[in-house]
């Protein structure tokens, strides 16, 4: 029987980003955390759910494996996001999803923070099919590394050294911790990662590099699309 690989963090609370961050064209609104939120009301009632329905049943319909795509169960892609092994996976991943939240949503607007976000999970769901195809996959961890991995390029680019702050300490430990610990999804980590990288150079990026706001949000959109059809291909 295949393997579970389980798509897990460590969670060090990261600091906010520098205030004011002088974004490309967002107006704050009356709701800044709405998008995290939900995420994370999702992930808990679901596990919440798996605990009453039974776990195994539960993990088995919605957990990622190639041969489950090849029956035409493309939802999997999605639905191994919001799935997770046992209390202390979610709650890590769910815990550092709060930190990132705060820190990032009201920054960059709710509608861009959950672009970010699902494209993440595509890519951390292509990741995973790319280098571990046979594997049972879930957790939110992809989606939450490109949380992190967003917030890290954003630092960058606005000049603050990510590696001299509380995120950009998170993110070097967990990719040490991918690599070192056996049973944590490679693929799913990393894939997850650069979909956020590449969302975070655009979506992030100071007002001196002028980006129509349009490709901002087209952009995730994009390596959402693209990751899919590497999923599927």
Known sequence: ????????????????LPKPLQLNSYKPNNNPFVVGNAIIAINLGLFVWSQISGVDRFQYNMFLSRVFLDNGEWYRLI??????????????????????????????GSTKFALIYFASLLGGSAGALVLSPTAFTGGASGAVFGIMAAGVVGMRQHGVNPLKTGLGMTFAINIVLTLAIPGISIGGHFGGALAGALCGFVILAPTRVKIPQFFQYATPILIGAAAIYISLA
């Open 1 to 16: 029987m295949p393997k579970r690989h389980r798509t897990n963090s460590v969670n060090f609370p990261p600091p906010q």
């Open 79 to 108: 639905s191994a996001g919001f799935v997770h092994f046992g209390l202390l996976h979610v709650a890590m991943n769910m815990f550092l999803l709060f930190q990132l939240g705060r820190m990032l949503e009201p920054t960059i």
